[in-house]
């Protein structure tokens, strides 16, 4: 079945920087071909769409993050990134990606930053 595999989560100061992968398994439909997205926790039960990346490598990206961090991807590696830069104590959450339309998620990596 197909998997998701986040991992690069940890604990960073403010202003620091971390870089979380996303490893796709197990998947009969091509990676290529898909868009990819970085979502975290928001209000409640509802996870806050953080970044997302196309096909054709284009970007975007929630407001709280843009020109903080940045999306890319790896099609030969089934991987995507999520470059963390300039992080604040409120980017503290669990990360988790997505193949967008669809119902596979990572399980998630927690992020702390402390002030």
């Known amino acids: 079945q197909v998997q998701l595999v986040e991992s690069g989560g940890g604990l960073a100061q403010a202003g620091g920087s971390l870089t979380l992968s996303c490893t796709v398994s197990?998947?009969?439909?091509?990676?290529?071909?898909?868009?990819l997205a970085w979502f975290r926790q928001g209000t409640g039960s509802r996870r806050e769409l953080v970044a997302s990346?196309?096909?054709?490598?284009?970007?975007s990206y929630a407001a709280s993050v843009e020109g903080r961090f940045t999306i890319s991807r790896v099609n030969a590696e089934y991987t995507v990134f999520l470059q963390m830069d300039n992080l604040k104590p409120e980017d503290t959450n669990v990360y988790h990606c997505?193949?967008?339309?669809?119902?596979?998620w990572g399980q998630g990596t927690q992020v702390t930053v402390s002030s």
């Open positions: 197990g998947a009969s439909f091509s990676f290529s071909s898909r868009q």
């Open positions: 990346i196309k096909p054709d490598g284009s970007q």
């Open positions: 997505n193949i967008v339309g669809s119902a596979y």
